[in-house]
């Protein structure tokens, strides 16, 4: 697997090397090949997140197999232009026990990793802090708060403030609901969790949660309705209040809705994207909503419906509304990464494309974010060179065709 970037190639023929400012659009290298994230290349890489800042710099954030101590949780910075801002950095400081399923939020102030942490025999919800330069800003945040629970799945959005939102699926007597928690950005917890879901049959599973720059913010998760599972989704003001009721946001009823992913404009409109399995498979579907939660228009195909099985996709959204939608499809005898583009109106930026340019191996799991310049980010997990890595691509959103 290549393991320097095309970007960091082209700086050091400039002599720019680390000096590259954020915002030196012009000293960047044209989106090149996919780069390795991990400098550490024993055990298994995997489940990788990544967060962009308004600046364009990004960090990615995966779960690392550790010889005799079992996963553990690291993160890398990197800048505008993909050229690494250091080595892996340590998040987790408790280390009895599996460290797993990270996820991460970024501002220019600084991140936030947030992963689920075995205590005993229960896995709880752990986040840390970081600055602007990745040095750790306090110990580990204990974010749930009702210890008897079972806690998996989270996901986190970060305010331009420094303030975060951390969501995750927790047991309740036998199910699983949806909560919720606001910080400041000292890390201090702002209230008790919130509960997210009002549907309570069943179990409410796997959430996403997007936040626009008022501080406004929706979760989306799966919800098993009659026996088979659909897309909800709750939107809150900076405050955590709810607004209005839970939103259907699936319209196709027929199979099974897994795996959401949503985005959020500055607008406040809404896209979610998810799994959606028919008689033939797997595919990508994707809607969009207002700012008062409406629907737009009926949901959508974002992959080929014939093109065999697509699984977990990955959203990010620009400012101004447009989106890239990310995913691992199959390909011949493995998975390939995926993406697809769309204008803010949900019309498509051309075809699908391929995101990873080493076709050996199996390619999964992608995560994506994208930021005002239309350059977006995609990091998955890999096994191309014979062992699990975590692999990422720079990419540039297309723009509509002008009109004749």
């Known amino acids: ?36 994230v991990n400098t550490a290349t024993d055990g298994i890489q995997q489940s990788s997140a990544l967060a962009m800042t308004p600046k364009g710099d990004f960090v990615i954030a995966w779960q690392s197999e550790v010889a005799g101590s079992g996963d553990e949780i690291r993160a890398r910075r990197f800048d505008a232009c993909g050229l690494p801002r250091g080595g892996e950095i340590p998040v987790n400081t408790v280390t009895a026990g599996n460290q797993n399923a990270p996820a991460v939020a970024a501002s220019d102030k600084g991140s936030v990793v947030v992963w689920q942490s075995l205590v005993a025999s229960n896995y709880v919800i752990r986040a840390r802090r970081f600055d602007a330069s990745g040095v750790a800003q306090g110990d580990e945040i204990a974010v749930d708060t009702r210890p008897r629970d079972l806690h998996g799945a989270p996901a986190v959005v970060m305010h331009e403030s420094g303030s975060f939102v951390v969501v995750w699926e927790s047991s309740v007597r036998g199910s699983f609901e949806i909560r919720a928690r606001r910080f400041d950005a000292s890390g201090v917890g702002l209230g008790d969790e919130i509960a997210v879901n009002r549907t309570t049959a069943s179990s409410q599973r796997g ?24 897309i909800q989704a709750q939107r809150f003001d900076a405050l955590g209040v709810a607004l209005g009721n839970e939103l259907a946001v699936n319209s196709v009823k027929v199979g099974d809705q897994l795996a959401p992913a949503v985005a959020i404009a500055a607008s406040g409109e809404i896209v979610f994207a998810w799994e959606n399995s028919f008689d033939r498979g797997f595919e990508i579907r994707a809607r969009r909503f207002d700012a008062a939660g409406v629907a737009k228009a009926a949901e959508l195909p974002v992959s080929p419906a014939t093109a065999g099985n697509q699984f977990a996709p990955a959203l990010a959204m620009s400012p101004s509304g447009d989106y890239v939608v990310t995913w691992h499809g199959l390909v011949g005898d493995g998975y390939d990464i995926r993406a697809r583009a769309f204008a803010a109106n949900g019309a498509p930026l051309g075809d699908e494309r ?16 994208l930021n005002a310049e239309r350059d977006f980010i995609v990091s998955w997990h890999s096994d191309a060179a014979g062992d699990w890595d975590v692999a990422a691509r720079r990419e540039r959103l297309p723009r509509a065709p002008r009109a004749r």
């Open 1 to 36: 697997m290549t393991t320097t970037p095309h970007t960091a190639q082209a700086a050091a023929a400039l002599g720019l090397g680390s000096l590259l400012a954020p915002h030196a659009r012009a000293a960047c290298a044209p989106p090149g090949e996919e780069f390795r």
């Open 207 to 230: 959430p996403a949660v997007a936040m626009n720059p008022s501080g406004n913010f929706v979760v989306a998760w799966r919800s098993n309705v009659d026996g088979s599972f659909e």
């Open 354 to 369: 391929a995101i990873n340019t080493i076709l050996t191996g199996t390619q999964r799991s992608s995560a994506v974010t």
